[in-house]
C-alpha cells in the first residue's frame, strides 16, 4: 500500500519537526496567531537567535509563514489545528505520568487552551 507508506512517511516528517520541546511551546504560542520573534524570545525565555533558529526549520518544513514589517518578523502556524494536536497529546503524557505533577499537565492544558486574552494575562 504505497500511498499509507506514503502519508505515514509525512506525518513522521511532522513530528520529527515538532519533536522539541522549544518548537511545541512555540505553537502553543503561535496557536491564537501571528507573532514577532521578540515576542516569543520574551515570553518563551529563550535567546532571540535560537527562537530564530527554530522558526527557520519550522518555515522550511511549511509549518509557519514568516511576515516582514520593517525590521521585525513575525510569523504564524500555516494551520493552527496542530495546536490541538499538541493539547490532545496530553491525555498520553498524563497516561505516562511518573515524576511529572499532574499539576502540570493541567497547567499546561489550561494556558494551551485559553482565548489569546486569558493566555497573555
Known amino acids: ?9 509525512e506525518l513522521a516528517e511532522i513530528f520529527k519537526i515538532i519533536a522539541h520541546p522549544d518548537r511545541i ?13 521578540n515576542t516569543l524570545a520574551e515570553t518563551l525565555d529563550l535567546p532571540g537567535a ?20 520593517g525590521r521585525h518578523h513575525f ?5 493552527p489545528e496542530i495546536a490541538g494536536w499538541i493539547v490532545d497529546g496530553l491525555d498520553f503524557v498524563e497516561g505516562r ?17 485559553a482565548p489569546a486574552k486569558a493566555a497573555n494575562s
Open 25 to 37: 511551546r512555540m505553537i502553543e504560542e503561535l496557536r491564537t496567531g501571528e507573532k514577532d520573534v
Open 50 to 69: 535560537r527562537v530564530s533558529q527554530h522558526l527557520s526549520l519550522m518555515r522550511a518544513h511549511r509549518l509557519v509563514e514568516e511576515r516582514r514589517d
Open 1 to 9: 500500500m504505497p500511498g499509507r507508506n506514503l502519508v505515514a512517511r
Open 75 to 79: 510569523y504564524h502556524l500555516i494551520q
Open 97 to 113: 505520568l511518573t515524576g511529572l505533577p499532574k499539576s502540570s499537565i493541567s497547567q499546561a492544558r489550561r494556558l494551551w487552551t
